[in-house]
Nanobody, 115 residues
Framework: QVQLVESGGGLVQPGGSLRVSCTAL????????MGWYRQAPGKQRELVAD???????NYADSVKGRFTISRDNLKNTVTLQMNSLNREDTAVYFC?????????WGQGTQVTVSS
């Protein structure tokens, strides 16, 4: 199994940028896809972006062109660079990793976009 440790998050002004990172610990060689989800109050958790070990990416339509997901297989990290942030991006962001067809989750980090 794996443990996911997140860093980043915080308060940012509209139009600003923020970067969140996630480090996987444990049986990291068995991790397949890694990614980021987010959940706003009263809303369903939604996929933001994910990335395979080979670097194939997938983005939600709402973040295409603004967010970039990247992965370092040597450091077992996945990073989400968020640009041109707006208030609709305010949510708790969760790191996720697929390990033997089972999903593991980070504790979540708050991203608040406000002036």
């Amino acid at each position: 199994q794996v443990q996911l440790v997140e860093s980043g998050g915080g308060l940012v002004q509209p139009g600003g940028s923020l970067r969140v990172s996630c480090t996987a610990l444990g049986s990291t060689s068995d991790i397949d896809v890694m990614g980021w989800y987010r959940q706003a109050p009263g809303k369903q958790r939604e996929l933001v972006a994910d990335i395979t070990r080979g670097g194939r990416t997938n983005y939600a339509d709402s973040v295409k062109g603004r967010f970039t997901i990247s992965r370092d297989n040597l450091k077992n990290t996945v990073t989400l660079q968020m640009n041109s942030l707006n208030r609709e991006d305010t949510a708790v962001y969760f790191c996720t990793a697929r390990w033997w067809r089972r999903d593991f989750w980070g504790q979540g980090t708050q991203v608040t976009v406000s002036s």
